[in-house]
């Protein structure tokens, strides 16, 4: 049938946290992904627009059972309902131990998709009809399609009033271009030994120096160096990293972005928050032939940015002596 | 030669960003896996405990070249110096475009590994020595040696002084467990036509939600429940989210977060920072039979904590309502 | 039925290359997971030992079509026949074009398992049988078992020799286009019990041979087969994997590539290195209509390669009669 969908797959220690338990997002990952194939499928059986589903909204969700690594998943969708412009999609989880046998329903979700038109996405299309079994599953489907769009309004100017209060910083500072990111030690993340890799850890700053960078200048920016990096804590497994950076330094072609990462081990919660690396990058912009772009000066504020802008500084002329010497002895 | 090595894989879409550059990031991982693998395989060769060869410090790196999407990226490593406790690893990096045969090099970096016994994580074994084409260079690596460990202890005793000054919140407040991360939108988590799947939205929602979980409760916590989530407004590849939740909410055994995503289009800045999408996720605790453990109680903050408590209070009552009812109904 | 299964996930794009083919390593990787989770959910509907089924041998394996991202890959696995102590699983692969609805088969193959014990992982424990449709079936069945059973059996006095020794390649030649990766063995690789999936190694060998086969002859190039393989040896989590492929043989539309699998367990380091599976598989080149171009011609330097070269026509020379017998007998 054209309007139900399975799709499965073995649970890997990456779905999951350290004691096993699958991440919730891991499930409404998939619970989505199966939502918008047969959306996406049902609303491109008619003549006219290719069109994409997108998600509108996803009914209240309850997490029945706990899922563990090495069970197969099983979410199967089913078209429940069409409006004139939207489609229900009811989708359930089933857990199966494929070594003992033993299966048990997650989840069971509703979620609402919009058909985009694929030529101009700004344009809904209009969703073919589905069959019902019976007159009472079409008003049943109907009061929930109601009720639905009235929640959806309501939320909409709810939304409206409170939207973000934040009071925008002026472009061109450092608290403008400042950002950081926190991200949970998965098992990928780690040597055999529960020890996160050096490398996963710079791959980390580089991406907040980067969103840094790309803050502050609005163009495409690149790695240009890293400057010393000292290890001088391990960080283990199940810790949550804040990786924090903060723009320092802009000459006329490049930016130096300063990253810290602390690491927080939650639950062995006695042992403390610690900072375990920092150190500098150096990015600059680029153009769409690859060519390097000026950059906006730093915009400072405070004596303790100022101090910084001038070591800053220093490294940059340090730099720049080192290869015009390197340079000069090669020849 | 024990002492080589060689790596290489083809750069991907989601290794790169938007305009096909491959993020520093990926590079910098890449010369780590290299410099762990070498230095590890290294330390190994001798009789005596098994150990793992762990990342102390990587000298300044230059990015020489952009690298490509769909080019091979070829790093290859090789020990130049030992210490009795250190290991020296020189990595240098290729990129190679398959197509039109072009290499050019992208990288040198210098990497210190100390080898850390598998059976006591804390303990720092010998490392075996190398054998020198030439005294000179044994004389050379001793002096990068030196000014290297130089350079780690000074940085030790600054980073010891400018320690994290962040006046640490009082436990089981919102302030203490609130949490958020920024994610760049790569390739792999959007549709073909360059919109954010719904599905990765709710996953990065859920890792927040359970950061702030765990950092109130610093236990095993599971997703019990999403309420319902509207996405008014898409989010286009490029964009920045930042992902916020802070908690609204505890009863005996669970915990309600509230959880924010803000969508930042970064180059087309005109456009500004907007809130896509905002949902309450609900969380248990659990101990290691995966049974509900008792949650901490929130530790309220002023007036607008307290009537979001009292929001959170009154969705808690009446999902425990509707709970019972639908209970009742199908007995 | 508990002996079929079906598997499906849209495809993204580090799944494919630049110019949006799905790797050819992509499709065999969730052909083994399909096959991995049938045949482990079959040899556990008895009691006894728990187990796993390990993946031991793929045939023969033809790419009948080219796949797209955006397309969904729907992965149907079903237990043809049962030994004492193997499994056959036969996968058909057919990809669903979402938005225009077109459907095509592009992947039938076939994979045998052996169920390994959980609680002693060099224990094999026996297969519980299948009922058959008719005696025809599990006649034709026993055939094909004895047929691999031989097969393996010569494959693995026939593994031994040879590995690379690289200098300045003139182009065209076995040393220009040669290649190898490393690949350091992560958690999600894994089986539960620690042992790399079949389906992660074919992945990472497809991707070698791509790229052997994109520097011979700088095009598009896609998997158009893959030779039986058999596995003869596990390899464990913390090992690093060495693969690498060379060119074999040319014909004026395609290219055998011979790629080896030798795992290396670092901590483990008196273990030793050892050659855990080889491979040829066939590439052709396309243009940007999905046309096959020709293929230069390898050149050939020294005995071995011309006996290797030799040893490839006879194999292309068997495949193509074999593929003009079926299609007469399907007449």
Chains 1, 2, 3 share one sequence.
Not at 52 to 73: C, K, N, S
Not at 86 to 91: A, D, F, L, R, T
Not at 101 to 123: C, E, H, M, R
Request: hydrophobic share 35%; aromatic share 6%; net charge neutral.
């Amino acid at each position: 049938m054209a309007s139900q969908y399975e799709l499965s797959r073995i649970m890997r220690p990456d779905d999951a946290n350290i004691v096993g338990n699958v991440h919730g997002g891991t499930i409404l990952k998939m619970i989505e992904e199966a939502g918008c194939i047969i959306g996406t499928r049902h609303c491109n059986t008619q003549s006219g627009d290719r069109c994409l589903a997108a998600l509108a909204r996803v009914e209240r969700t309850d997490f029945l059972h706990p899922m563990f690594i090495g069970e197969v998943a099983h979410v199967s969708a089913e078209i429940t309902y069409t409006s004139k412009h939207s489609v229900e999609v009811q989708v359930n989880v089933l857990a199966e131990n494929i070594v003992t046998g033993a299966k048990k329903v997650t989840n069971k979700a509703t979620l609402w998709y919009v058909p985009i038109s694929l030529q101009n996405v700004d344009k809904i299309i209009e969703v073919p009809p589905i069959e019902y079994s019976s007159p009472e599953r079409e008003e049943a489907g109907k009061k929930r399609y109601e009720a639905q769009k009235l929640e959806r309004l309501e939320d909409k100017v709810r939304n409206g009033e409170i939207i973000m209060s934040v009071s925008l910083p002026e472009p061109f500072t450092v608290v403008c271009s400042q950002s950081s990111l926190i991200h949970l030690v998965g098992p990928s993340d780690c040597t055999l030994h529960g020890f996160v890799h050096g490398g996963v850890t710079m791959k980390l700053m580089d991406e907040v120096a980067g969103i840094v960078a790309a803050r502050h200048c609005k163009t495409n920016i690149v790695t240009a160096s890293v400057d010393a990096i000292n290890f001088h804590r391990k960080i283990k497994k199940g810790c949550v990293i804040t990786v924090s950076g903060r723009m320092t330094f802009t000459s006329n072609k490049s930016m130096e972005i300063e990253v810290f990462v602390d690491a927080d081990p939650l639950v062995e919660a006695e042992k403390g928050k610690y900072r375990a690396v920092t150190a500098f990058f150096t990015y600059i912009s680029l153009d769409k032939e690859n060519k390097p772009l000026p950059v906006p000066p730093l915009k400072l504020e405070g004596e303790e940015e100022q101090k910084r802008f001038e070591e800053g500084k220093a490294r940059y002329l340090q730099n720049k002596a080192k290869r015009l010497a390197d340079k000069e002895r090669q020849q």
